[in-house]
């Protein structure tokens, strides 16, 4: 019997949406491994005689407990009503927007779930650009001093131990010094943190919005670096500060000194007054309790303009790609709004990614982020290759879950990281093994979303939390560890070179007898991949079921040919911490027509 309280459907967000200007993404819930066969049964409400079809919703993906049925269908007139029939072999069941039936409704126009009209203006659409990138984030003060000249006069001598406090003079030009480095990387797009006037060396308690650092350089040396990047075809994300500011902002100074007499009062957000702070509490709203850091009031107009002129300043100015936004959940959702038109005119593909940590559905409804920081597939891969309190059962249910949260153009652009300014490095956190750290980054860089590199980590850094995580970049090559920088870039390098890394097709390949053992497959039209990690200290032997056995499957790396055998599985014998990548053409006959080609 169908278990119906598994069962859950509503139209918008990440269940009933536009994919594109003509297609509509449906998906259903069902409990795991209950229903054999869905199918959606739709059409026009106007005229359903004369529009409508039956479509096999396919099995998507699977969670601990759930199933996600999705079918992509493009109605005849912008207009779809449906329903679902579940079916498991003895019973149909037919489920509506009122409820669940034993009988189809013999009325189309009352009762179904309904997407009443696919309007373009509607669609979600973040630049396609991003797809196709590979980011590399960069931590100004720390990432190259290119002009000691205009160093801190604090500033240490390169690579000593950093403190939350302490200098080294990382600057613009050390950057432009270093693009060879990106370049041979494979990177096509650079994520920096906040680069304008501020007191501190991660720079996230602004002085002024409308220029840049002079400890990094100035607005001149900025435009240098960005044109720089643009012709090596490389992007350029700044860090946005708008939650909150520095208390050495001009407004802020002027409430200090005048307290609610200062035309600023209101550009804050005072709980009580004189501003002070009482018990470790700012009598002031701030970001967490920093006194430094006190909130903006992003719904004061005058606030709201200030930003809004920020925001498109540096587009125009420099030729911005985009802003990455801090705190971006602690902001008021109209703010954002009126943020996200003002970037779109001045630049169409400009790419908004808000710092959001959990679910961030209410930001990314077409009307605000493009996408968001992806933490929890950052936890989901830690947990298994870095903490390893997780198996490749329920890495996969993981995965099938952070999928379904998100309607799949937002999944594409979703902005996947390791590691960042935030957190442990990646390397600590894998406890010094390069094995591990190298077979997380091959699944980051083998899955759909736009992923991200921490400076310092394709040549072997490590670093407990902050400030540990921002030591100086090495670059003494005798330091480098240049093997898994040629690792990095041959993974960057594959994924730029076969869209099927970068698409949606995705299948987990079960190995039961093989818990640390993680086996997926990736497709699209042209060619499929099969991947297999080792993710344990001791080697194995195994059998992996494809699901094409005669599609002409080859190494990846080496172009070996790789035959399956009898039981239409390719086998591997993988060391401690191994990994194998076998690509084939999407059907046996175009693989023929591969090798025949490559015989000429």
Known sequence: MIQLEAVYHRMGQNWSYA???????????TKRADVPRVDLICGDKYDWSRANEEVAMERWCSDALFDYWQAAVRPKYRRLVYYFALRDGQETVYYLEKGFFEQPPTVMYEGLFDFPYLNPQDVHKPPAWVKEAVFYQIFPERFANGDPSISPANALPWGGVPTPTNFFGGDLQGVIDHLDHLSELGVNAVYFNPLFAATTNHKYDTTDYMRVDPQFG?????????????????????????????????????????????????????????????????????????????????????????????????????????????????????????????????????????????????????????????????????????????????????????????????????????????????????????????????????????????????????????????????????????????????????????PALRGSGLAFVPIESQPQVLAYERWDANERFLIVVNNQERPVSIDVPVAQADAGWRDANTGAAVSAGAAGALHAELPAYGYAIWRAPASARAALAAEASAAE
């Not at 994919?19 to 819930?29: K, V």
């Not at 804050?268 to 002070?276: A, C, D, H, N, T």
């Open 218 to 498: 100035t607005n001149e040396k900025l435009k240098e670096l960005v044109e720089a990047c643009h012709a090596r075809g490389i992007r350029v994300l700044l860090d946005g500060v708008f939650n909150h500011c520095g208390r050495s902002f001009a407004p802020f100074q002027d409430v200090l000194e005048k307290g609610q007499e200062s035309r600023y009062a209101d550009w804050f957000r005072v709980r009580q007054w004189p501003l002070g702070v009482v018990d470790g509490v700012p009598t002031y709203e701030t970001f967490s309790f920093e006194p430094i850091m006190p909130k903006l009031n992003t719904g004061n107009p005058e606030v709201k303009d200030y930003l809004l002129n920020v925001g498109r300043y540096w587009i125009e100015e420099v030729g911005l790609d985009g802003w990455r936004l801090d705190v971006a959940n602690e902001v008021d959702h109209e703010f954002w709004r009126e943020f996200r038109r003002v970037v779109k005119q001045a630049n169409p593909s400009a790419y908004i990614l808000g710092e959001i940590m959990h679910d961030a559905m209410p930001w990314l409804q077409g009307d605000q982020f493009d996408a968001v920081m992806n933490y929890p597939f950052t936890n989901i891969l830690l947990n298994f290759f870095a903490h390893r309190t997780t198996d490749a059962t329920r890495f996969a249910h993981a995965i099938g879950a952070q999928l379904a949260s998100y309607p799949q153009q937002i999944s594409e652009v979703a902005f996947n990281l390791l590691g960042s300014h935030d957190t442990v490095r990646l390397l600590t956190l894998c406890e010094g093994d390069k094995r591990r750290l190298m077979l997380a980054t091959l699944f980051q860089m083998t899955f759909q979303g736009t992923p991200c590199v921490y400076y310092g980590d394709e040549i072997g850094m490590d670093g407990a939390h902050d400030p540990l995580n921002r030591q100086c970049m090495e670059w003494d090559p005798a330091k480098q560890d240049r093997p898994l920088f040629d690792f990095f870039r041959s993974l960057i390098a594959l994924r730029k070179a076969h």
């Open 19 to 29: 994919y594109d200007d003509d297609t509509l993404h449906i998906r259903l819930r």
